[in-house]
């Protein structure tokens, strides 16, 4: 099973940005996704951006695809999420996981089963 350990996390105000790492113990030729997600206060868990380490294709929720951006450095086995013009609705901690070998591409959490802890992001305004 992938190790996965995110940092980046931090506060900033409104408009800025912040770009967190997710370093993972291997990336296999098996075909799964690995994604970021978020879960904010009284919410559920919800699907921010992913990315195939094998084909480099990438995915990210529509409503956030102007600002989040995913990438991958497959030499140091690390994924980025660059987020630009950060709001205070974007207030969350952030995980990052894998899917299940066979899953390519997903923004639903129950397709990722290897999670890390998770980074706190937090927006002023």
């Known amino acids: 099973e992938v190790q996965l350990v995110e940092s980046g996390g931090g506060l900033v105000q409104a408009g800025g940005s912040l770009k967190l790492s997710c370093a993972a113990s291997e990336f296999t030729r098996d075909d799964y996704a690995i994604g970021w997600l978020r879960q904010a206060p009284n919410q559920e868990r919800e699907g921010v951006a992913c990315?195939?380490?094998?084909?480099?294709?990438?995915y990210v929720k529509p409503s956030l695809d102007e600002r989040f951006t995913i990438s991958i450095d497959n030499a140091k086995n690390t994924v980025y999420l660059q987020m630009n013009s950060l709001k205070p609705d974007d207030t969350a901690v952030y995980f990052c996981?894998?899917?299940?070998?066979?899953?390519?591409?997903?923004?639903?959490?129950?397709?990722?089963?290897?999670w890390g802890q998770g980074t706190q992001v937090t927006v002023s305004s």
């Open positions: 996981a894998a899917a299940r070998r066979g899953v390519s591409i997903s923004l639903l959490p129950g397709d990722f089963t290897s």
């Open positions: 990315i195939n380490p094998t084909n480099g294709v990438t």
